[in-house]
């Protein structure tokens, strides 16, 4: 297969960005509070550089919390000047793309939900013209390798250089320890096919639950991924989207000082 990717190193994406990659912070900005707390227990107890946070909220059912909406941009904002921390935030639709872009968030990722969808990615990379915004794509919800490496077509072809993966494992049709079964061999195979681009591995999406993130973390880094994701939150039992797999900035610091970090291999 012939796919041919302009790529950024993950070093020059921005300016104090290392690698391993990890980004931490809640499924879904609540409350400005949740995030400037989230923020501060983050800085306060990790070294990590970029801090997530949903901020429109693609739901598989509707009734469940759709995102506080662009309110919660201004939280990021705000996060961003009192802790330094770099923001990241999902992206679905052109309007996400401007109004995120206005707040001055520095990462974008596309959701796994989004993948799926050719149109809706395109839509995205057409927004993302012009722009050098470092831009992540989830894997699709189905274990379709080919639907992954469009999207990352579609949106490098629109000039994005500054671009990587996040393996959230695929959603399993029978019963799986996993909330998303990882299937290691599709992002093992991204790789073969695109050596130099990075992928972020969300251990938090693949597990479902706490237990699990520790060692899928683990098994990203034994295979030299880029980085991870990790969702936290101030008070994850009472999370208003993923509580169960949700962990506090204090847990995620005693997971990040025993894993075992291996140099990435790009
Ligand atoms: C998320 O990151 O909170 C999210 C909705 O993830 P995914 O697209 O992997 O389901
Ligand atoms: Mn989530």
Redesign the pocket.
């Known amino acids: 297969m012939d796919v041919n990717l302009t790529l950024s190193p993950l070093e020059n994406w921005i300016e104090g960005l290392e690698q391993p990659l990890v980004i931490s912070g809640p ?2 900005a609540e409350s400005e509070e949740q995030v400037l707390e989230t923020a501060r227990q983050l800085k306060k107890y990790t070294n990590i550089k970029v801090l ?1 946070a ?1 901020i429109w ?2 739901r598989t059912r509707p009734g469940a919390f759709e995102g506080i909406g662009v309110v919660g941009l201004k939280w990021l904002k705000k996060a961003k000047e009192e802790t330094g921390l770099l923001t990241a935030v ?1 992206v679905a639709t052109a309007e996400h793309v401007e109004l995120a872009l206005k707040f001055g968030v520095d990462i974008l ?7 799926v969808n050719p149109f809706a990615v395109q839509e995205v990379a057409d927004a993302l013209r012009g722009y050098d915004v470092p831009v992540l794509v ?2 699709p ?1 189905n274990p379709d390798l080919q639907l992954w490496i469009g999207a990352l077509e579609r949106i490098n072809q629109a000039g994005i250089t500054k671009l990587g993966g ?1 393996h ?2 695929f959603s399993p049709m029978s019963g799986s320890q996993y909330r ?1 079964d990882p299937s290691w061999e599709i992002p093992i195979e991204l790789k073969r096919i695109i050596p130099n681009l990075p992928i972020v591995c ?1 251990p ?2 693949i597990a479902g639950n706490r237990t699990l993130i520790e060692p899928i973390s683990q098994k990203a880094f034994d295979m030299q991924m880029n980085g991870i ?1 990790i ?1 936290s939150h101030i008070d994850p039992d009472n999370a208003l ?2 509580a169960k797999q949700q962990i506090t900035p204090k847990t995620l610091a005693g997971i990040l000082d025993r894993l075992i970090i291996r140099e990435p291999n790009t």
Do not use: F, L
């Open positions: 499924c879904s997530r949903g909220k693609p999902e990722w596309v959701g796994a939900r989004t993948t989830k894997n919800i996040i959230r494992g998303n969300d938090s999406h994701m969702e989207s993923d």
